[in-house]
């Protein structure tokens, strides 16, 4: 397949190319978008033919359920049964990077929700998601534009990388903003469940809220018995060919021991701005300040697929903290890490 790539710099007056985008995902075809968290790979989320096409162009196992994008939050009552709780967290968190889990309508086919009876629902910020969604006219099921067991994209040469030739279309709306994918909360009446941290953080959550759990899986490694509350989380999202390791400790020594790696092994290193001076530039990559969590969070999964791109033998990274955006970066972290942490002391 030919994949066509046009970049995205006007929205507004580029309203042709994105009729041609929404086009093709009216007829059944797939077209990869910006968000403002990562890429989106998009299809018709009412057509089973499409979601067999996301699935096959990912890689993806169908018992994962997608993620079906809307224009308003208020859409969401076409595909779901949406209740006031979901208003709330609508009106405080929406159009953004917020997915909901609700019981889902007939229209939206079993082959989006990998067979379950509830559906993801998402209102993107980004100017041209809303806009292809709603010139769509159609509910666009998307998830991450990556191949399966890859890091998210988080620009369209991501995409190109995994997905050319596998897709009708590529969106290039340039760097995504939060560069890790949308908070998912489960609702049972006002009781909310946290499955997945993103962007809308936990306190944000409970300021909307008042009971909010938060998953199991989103700090701690499943047991091989164990049945997590969203089918992605059993997935072993994304492994570096090289093992990574999380390091904690104090900030002069966890930069010592960095120090002696670089003259020991072949390492690649994802490294506060601050540090770069004091580190060999070979395989280094800085993430953003120490405090800069946000900046972090944007740079982490670009960071990852440069330093697997490397002959590294082991990939050093810090251990985020666990408050604000921390929760989200190091969710994904720990994961890839595979709960490797090293404390030094
Ligand atoms: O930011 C994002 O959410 C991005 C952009 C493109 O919107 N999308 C994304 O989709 O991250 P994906 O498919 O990579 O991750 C969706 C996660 C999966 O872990 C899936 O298991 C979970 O959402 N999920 C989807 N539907 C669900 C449902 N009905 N119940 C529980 N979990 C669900
Ligand atoms: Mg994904």
Request: with cysteine; proline share 7%.
């Amino acid at each position: 397949m030919q994949t066509e790539y046009i970049k995205i710099t006007d929205p507004e007056a580029q309203k042709n190319d994105l009729a041609r985008a929404a086009e093709i995902i009216r007829r059944g075809g797939l077209a990869v978008f910006p968000t403002e968290t990562v890429y989106g790979l998009g299809g018709d989320a009412t057509d089973a033919s499409a979601a067999k096409k996301i699935y096959a162009a990912k890689g993806r196992p169908s018992d994962n359920p997608l993620i079906i994008h809307v224009a308003n939050p208020e859409d969401a009552e076409r595909y779901a049964l949406p209740n006031d709780t979901y208003y709330r967290l609508a009106k405080a968190f929406m159009p953004g990077p917020l997915t909901v889990i609700l019981p889902k309508r007939d229209n939206i086919p079993r082959e989006v929700t990998g067979g379950l009876d509830t559906v993801a629902v998402r209102c993107p910020s980004h100017p041209v998601a809303r806009a292809l969604i709603a010139l769509a006219g159609v509910p666009i099921a998307a998830p991450s534009a990556n191949l399966s067991g890859k890091p998210s994209p988080t620009s369209a040469s991501h995409v190109v990388e995994d997905l050319d030739g596998r897709v009708d279309m590529i969106l290039d709306g340039g760097d995504c903003e939060i560069g890790l994918e949308s908070t998912i909360v489960k609702l049972d009446g006002d009781k909310l469940t946290l499955l997945r941290p993103g962007g809308i953080t936990y306190d944000a959550l409970c300021m909307v809220c008042e009971q909010v759990t938060v998953a199991d899986a989103v700090t701690r490694q499943l047991a091989a018995d164990e049945r997590p509350l969203s089918p992605g989380m059993k997935y072993r999202h994304y492994a570096p060919s090289a093992p990574l390791v999380l390091l904690s400790g104090p900030a002069n020594r966890v930069l010592a021991f960095l120090q002696e790696q670089q003259q020991a092994v072949n390492c690649a290193i994802l490294c506060y701005d601050e540090e770069c001076a004091h580190l060999q530039k070979n395989n280094l990559f800085a993430v953003g300040a120490r405090d800069d969590v946000a900046t972090q969070a944007k740079r982490l999964f670009a960071a990852l697929r440069e330093a697997d791109a490397t002959d590294a033998e082991i990939i050093y990274a810090h251990l985020p903290p666990t408050d604000g955006l921390g929760l989200a970066l190091y969710n994904r972290m720990i994961r890839a890490a595979a709960h490797t942490v090293k404390t030094i002391d």
